[in-house]
């Protein structure tokens, strides 16, 4: 059957094991976790979870039922029309060319973000599928270090 | 009022109108058993391993409808439950567990008898709880048991570090209760009820599959007076024996693996299914693709997770059996029984044709006629609780089942050793019953320690071990499939059952004929004991018919040469 890619946003109560519950949900029924990301909801005793994950239709349509189905769980959404953004972080050595680099950044909404001694860290945020882009461009200044921050999602 | 953590426990299961609780103390559970032992709100019953414990809740909570509670320790008290709780959990049964724990100061730090019990039991249970603090007790026990018995059932565990339990605090219990996060469906959509109510007036071959579900909402009646006004057929899943009542002429039998031979063509040539909380387990369905292939599905369930999950379902409805059947009642008003009167008749044609039948013999005493007799002199007074295996098989397929909570097995997880402690239970909360154990000689040693506890509380169970020497369902598919390689299967060497019986303070019988049977089983009702009734059975009998797995429901083996 055909695997369809999905972002499911999952609103929980923000108590402990709530993150165990929903990671051992995925593990034990085998289901795909491509991203995940997790933050308090502000100004609430709510958690949104982000997962971004892969299955066919029926597997999706039961991944959503099961997310639903644990306690803590107040609301899973899942939707086509999602706004998507993920953060990057790459560290590179500073004797690379610097301005390039910082030019690459920000035509990805980045910049250089931190200098040391031995290395530079440049940072971008962008559609996750821009920042796949952005990553192979980054390639070629020797990147030591890559640390993506997965996606997270909004209704439009 | 201050009181402390342990005392918050007791008081918590004597509000909630508990009788009897089913444990085992050790460490952590301590101060506990300590308030227990001042209290006279509920009943403690000793079993002798914890698995047993929770399994005697389970066989409580299934026979009565009431919440069942176990209590164990931490660490191997825990993991020895971990069994019990996954067994409850495959069967939807409302149940409480609770677990002692190692203080909070040394969780994590693998203290003696520690294990991460939440961690363990999540896939297992409905929910679970670590405590963290002895002002959230009360609300956590209260959450528990509604959790337990709201919505679909399920076992809940709560997870009571030591210090908490010795902590005092303000108990208040609360006398209700909301969580945001979960609320349940009952009522079902107007709109899809009647939708399918529309559907099986127009429908030719509709049918009536019945499944667990039926009995956990108490639907009996309400679906009997279902079939009664549409005279559609019904099939009833392992889990729902007894709901339709075996004297009702519209019940084709079980489905299944080991269903009769009319269910399983009714099922495999409907144009309707409508599924009353069943759910579609590999065990009924067979060969998914085969499965009611020319059917639209009616799927009633109170877990939208269960609908769609196997089979696509036209007409989904999310509430509760009773709920959903009575306003289905109201939409048949004018239901044209005539419709279905063909369908009717090539069913009995197919019964007629292959009836649920066996053998019986002479020599040799068959399984089928055990429990057949079991059924003729007891009927529906007894309530069955059986193991897993061949035994179960027969029993289910052979006991006259005439009303729900009579019929008491591990359908889902399949977990030998479930008998004996869960008749334990079903007696401890029917007492005016006779509860026999249908087991086989595999099945009764793995949870056997529990004749003590049965001596002990004066508890009179019946086991009729069904008994061919055989680890039996596994040798027949070693019959049938593996070129009869009785790879560890051979269970030739056992104990003396009736001198194990008297051991524990019980009675046993040997039976190898029907005159003995007969003459034992009289006996053991008169002598109010524990009691093994070791039944010499045809060694090499099979459950018959048999869908092998995988295999289209009409595939049936009807019968096997080695017979």
């Known amino acids: 059957m055909q695997k369809v890619r999905r972002v499911i946003s999952v609103i929980v109560m923000n108590e402990s094991s709530v993150l165990a519950r929903v990671t051992s949900l995925f593990a034990g029924r085998g289901y795909n976790i491509d991203s995940l990301t997790v933050a308090p909801i502000p100004g609430s005793e709510l958690s949104h979870i982000t997962i971004v994950t892969k299955g066919s239709n029926k597997v999706i349509e039961q991944i959503i039922k099961q997310l639903h189905k644990l306690i803590p769980t107040l609301k899973v959404i899942e939707h086509e029309e999602m706004v998507e953004k993920e953060m990057v972080l790459i560290k590179f050595p500073i004797d690379e060319n610097l301005s390039d680099i910082a030019a690459l950044c920000s035509a990805y909404n980045g910049g250089i973000v931190n200098v040391g001694v031995d290395m530079v860290i440049a940072m971008a945020s962008d559609e996750p599928v821009r920042i796949r882009h952005f990553i192979e461009a980054a390639q070629r200044y020797s990147p030591c270090e890559v640390v993506r921050g997965g996606v997270v999602a909004i209704e439009r | ?563």
């Open chain 2, 1 to 563: 009022m201050q009181m402390s953590g342990a005392q918050m426990v007791c008081e918590a299961l004597i509000a909630e109108g508990v009788k009897t609780v089913f444990g085992y103390p050790g460490g952590a559970i301590m101060n506990v058993y300590d308030e227990i032992y001042k209290q006279d709100g509920f009943e403690h019953i000793l079993n002798r391993h914890e698995q047993a414990s929770v399994h005697a809740a389970d066989g409580y909570a299934r026979s009565t409808g009431e919440v069942g509670v176990a209590m164990v320790t931490s660490g191997p008290g825990f993991t020895n439950a971990v069994t019990g709780l996954a067994t409850a959990y495959m069967d939807s049964i409302p149940m409480v567990v609770i677990s002692g724990q190692v203080p909070l100061s040394l969780i994590g730090t693998d203290g003696f008898q520690e294990i991460d019990a939440v961690g363990i039991s999540r896939p297992c249970t409905k929910h679970n709880y670590l405590v963290k603090s002895v002002k959230e007790l009360p609300g956590i026990l209260k959450e528990a048991f509604y959790i337990a018995r709201s919505g679909r059932p399920g076992p809940v565990l709560v997870d009571i570090p030591k210090d908490i339990t010795a902590e005092m605090g303000e108990f208040e219990y609360p006398k209700e209760i909301s969580i945001p996060t979960y609320k349940p469906n009952y009522k079902g959509n107007e709109r899809q009820i009647k939708k399918a109510a529309d559907a099986i007036k127009k429908a030719k071959k509709p049918l009536l599959y019945i499944g667990g579900g039926a009995v956990l909402s108490d639907a009996s009646e309400l679906i009997r007076e279902l079939a009664k006004k549409t005279e559609i057929p019904a099939v009833e899943t392992l889990m729902a024996r007894g709901v339709m009542g075996a004297k009702n002429p519209l019940l084709l039998g079980m489905l299944g693996m080991h269903g009769n031979y009319a269910s399983n063509m009714a099922m495999s040539e409907t144009d309707l299914v409508i599924s009353l909380g069943a759910r579609f387990d590999d065990r009924v369905t067979g060969k998914l693709s085969e499965f009611a292939k020319y059917a639209d599905v009616i799927h009633v369930d109170i877990d939208p997770a269960n609908i769609g999950k196997l089979v696509d379902v036209d007409y989904p409805i999310v509430g509760d059996i009773s709920t959903v059947v009575q306003k289905l009642l109201l939409a048949l008003e004018d239901v044209n029984t005539d419709n279905y009167r063909a369908w009717r008749e090539i069913l009995n044609r197919y019964d007629e044709l292959h009836p649920q039948s066996y053998q019986d013999s002479d020599e040799v005493l068959k399984p089928q006629w055990v429990i057949e007799r079991i059924g003729e002199l007891l009927g529906e007074e007894a309530i069955i609780t059986s193991d897993v295996g061949q035994h179960q098989m027969w029993a289910a397929q052979h006991y006259p089942f005439d009303r729900p909570r009579q019929w008491i097995n591990s359908g889902g997880l399949g977990t030998m050793g479930f008998g004996l402690p869960a008749a334990l239970g079903a007696k401890r909360g029917n007492p005016d019953k006779t509860v026999i154990n249908i087991t086989g000689d595999g099945s009764i040693l793995m949870n056997v320690q529990e004749l003590v506890t049965a001596s002990e509380y004066r508890i009179p169970v019946i086991n009729v071990i069904l008994n061919n020497h055989f680890l039996g369902m596994v040798r027949q598919w070693q019959t049938f499939f593996y070129d009869k390689r009785y790879s560890e299967t051979d269970l030739s060497y056992q104990p003396n059952f009736k001198a194990l019986a008297e051991a524990c303070g019980g009675i046993g019988f040997d039976v190898t004929t029907k005159a003995e049977f007969d003459a034992a089983l009289k006996e053991a009702i008169e002598q109010e004991k524990v009691c093994f009734m070791n039944v010499a059975i045809n060694r090499l009998e099979n459950v018959l018919p048999m869908v092998p797995s995988g295999g289209a429901l009409y595939n049936m083996l009807l019968e096997h040469k080695d017979q």
